[in-house]
């Protein structure tokens, strides 16, 4: 069962061309699914990705020792475009020496713009 995500969709013109909803689930559109690639990546020992302009990593920090959060965050932000974005989980939040790395966009949201190292 999943929540009802329609309000979350209001802001796009035609929501069906994304995703179509189903009894007690969502169904994501063919075409979107053909965009997405599954890859196992560990964010603490593995190289950085590059050139994402997002990336959401929500409910794992809470699940990781302090000393392993601040090498997370240099894979997210290593793995970023200049001015990608970055979504945490709710109740999850930065290591204090990653702050100065990553502009607030929404704090309620948890989402963080990567300004890139010419602002840093
Ligand atoms: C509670 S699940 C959350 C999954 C998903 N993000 C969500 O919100 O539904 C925590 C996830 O963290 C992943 N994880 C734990 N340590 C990790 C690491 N070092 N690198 C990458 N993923 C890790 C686990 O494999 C697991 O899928």
Same mark, same amino acid.
């Given at each position: ?11 796009? %013109? ?12 969502? +169904? ?5 699914? +053909? ?10 020992? /593995?190289?950085? +990705? ?23 965050? %240099? ?16 109740? %999850? ?22 300004? /890139?190292?010419?602002?840093?």
């Amino acid at each position: 069962m999943v929540d009802d995500v329609s309000s979350q969709l209001d802001f796009l %013109e035609r929501p069906t061309q994304y995703i179509t909803k189903q009894e007690d689930s969502v +169904k994501v559109a063919r075409t979107i699914r +053909k965009l997405v690639e599954f890859e196992r990546h560990d964010l603490i020992n /593995g190289r950085s +990705k590059s050139g994402f302009d997002m990336v959401v990593c929500r409910n794992i920090l809470i699940y990781i020792n302090d000393e392993h959060k601040t090498p997370i965050f %240099e894979t997210i932000r290593d793995s970023l475009v200049d001015g990608g974005y970055m979504v945490i989980g709710k109740s %999850e939040t930065i290591p204090i020496g990653m702050r100065t790395e990553f502009d607030s966009v929404n704090a309620g949201d948890k989402t963080y713009q990567y300004p /890139g190292d010419a602002e840093s």
